[in-house]
């Protein structure tokens, strides 16, 4: 890992309840899309950007949890958001193969309104219904 696209540090947000040294792997569903298991275990090096993926990951009414991650193999831009929505990277979003070590649960991370977590409900529900919002796995 020579040529990392970022130092971190990284985060990531889910639902799960995790403890320091405890992994994060692939082969689980899309937040965005249950239909589709990933290939990639995601992180951002922004904690609000992982606080977002934590309320996503938690629209079904289980708690969001954001952890400081370390990649514990070769990561890359995630090419999900990099050049395809937004030029260059300024989510600071990234994806590996290998497992995330979870480092520690983070706390102060930016809740959204109960305003936002219903846009959200309805921009997920729209990515849904519409098939051209492929996941680049």
Aim: hydrophobic share 35%; glycine share 8%.
């Amino acid at each position: 890992m020579s040529d990392v696209p970022d130092d971190g540090p990284f985060f990531h947000g889910t639902k799960a309840e995790l403890r320091p040294g405890d992994q994060l792997t692939a082969g689980f569903s899309s937040n965005y899309r249950p239909e589709v298991v990933m290939n990639h275990v995601y992180f951002t090096a922004l904690r609000d950007g992982a606080g977002l993926a934590a309320e996503v990951a938690a629209l079904d009414g289980s708690t969001p949890h954001v952890y400081e991650v370390v990649p514990t193999g070769p990561f890359e831009n995630d090419p999900n958001v990099t050049d395809k929505k937004f030029p260059g990277n300024p989510t600071r979003s990234f994806r590996s193969r290998a497992p995330l070590r979870v480092v520690r649960e983070v706390a102060d991370w930016r809740r959204l309104s109960p305003a936002d977590l219903q846009l959200w409900r309805d921009r997920l529900s729209a990515i849904r219904a519409d098939e051209r919002g492929e996941i680049i796995n």
